[in-house]
């Protein structure tokens, strides 16, 4: 749920296409020869619902919806998007919506179904009202912003935040792999976060390209960095939802879990 102003936003990413199809899924195990038929019946594809305040600035008003928001192109039923959550992540900020959809694999009467396709690594998608400022206006899909070097599993739109101007963006992908600092070897699951800026302030329909890659100072397997995220000006927080700390006292435990966030600052440069 991302909140603005007299504006919300709520992503459903299990949004199904089909009922009756899922029914016979989960009860017909002949089924599992015609997946790739059926699939644009149960494809948990996702969408984002967005309400307005009917009074603007009035805590009594009800709420109307405007809009429901899909995926575009990811949309369409192929076995690629099968599992694309769309909405798993949202923010908002005046008259920009970013949604992020992870692509995490599908999970069906207990069977993972896992495919390999590239756009599988997640991606994120920008949205604008149509006429700034204008409640009532709809909306329209401005970029699908994917990570540079992104693979299979990243979970690229695990999180997302927007900055109060509008122009940045932080996409997290908590199940990430990168090497370690301090060593070669591989940490898996330690998670990344993407900067995205948009390239005309000015215009909501400009292209955006990404500006930084955020990787944790001291990452360890199965971290989730990306998992969370939030920017403010020139400041971005991301969090390590599994990352693990040393308590205190003598015994200096390690508390397995107990999760962390990380502080990134400037954001720009001149």
Not at 118 to 142: E, K, L, N, P
């Amino acid at each position: 749920v991302a909140l603005n102003g007299d504006t919300v936003a709520i992503g459903d990413p299990i949004f199904l296409f089909g009922a009756t199809s899922m029914v016979l899924l989960l009860w017909d195990a002949a089924v599992w020869k015609r997946i790739e038929d059926l699939v644009s019946e149960i494809s948990f594809n996702g969408a984002v619902y967005v309400f307005t305040r009917n009074v603007a600035g009035s805590l009594m008003s009800t709420w109307t919806q405007r809009a429901k928001v899909l995926a575009s192109d990811d949309a369409t039923a192929d076995i690629s998007t099968f599992a694309l959550h769309f909405g798993h992540s949202v923010a908002l900020s005046g008259d920009t919506l970013a949604v992020g959809a992870p692509h995490f694999s599908g999970l069906v009467s207990g069977a993972r179904l896992s495919f390999n396709n590239q756009s599988s690594a997640g991606s994120a998608h920008i949205f604008t009202r149509d006429v700034a400022g204008d409640m009532t206006a709809t909306w329209t899909r401005r970029a699908k912003l994917l990570a540079s070097g992104g693979i299979v599993g990243d979970a690229f739109g695990s999180s997302i935040a927007i900055s109060d101007s509008e122009d940045a963006i932080v996409v997290g992908a908590q199940f990430s792999d990168h090497l370690s600092n301090n060593t070669n070897n591989t940490l898996g699951h330690s998670g990344s976060a993407y900067i995205f800026t948009r390239d005309n302030q000015e215009s909501p329909s400009a292209t955006w390209t990404q500006r930084h890659m955020l990787i944790p100072s001291h990452g360890a397997n199965g971290d989730h960095f990306g998992s969370s995220a939030a920017i403010s000006r020139d400041t971005v927080v991301v969090g390590a939802a599994k990352s693990d700390a040393h308590g205190k006292g003598s015994g200096f435990d390690t508390l397995e879990n107990s999760g962390s966030a990380y502080v990134f600052a400037p954001l720009f440069h001149p």
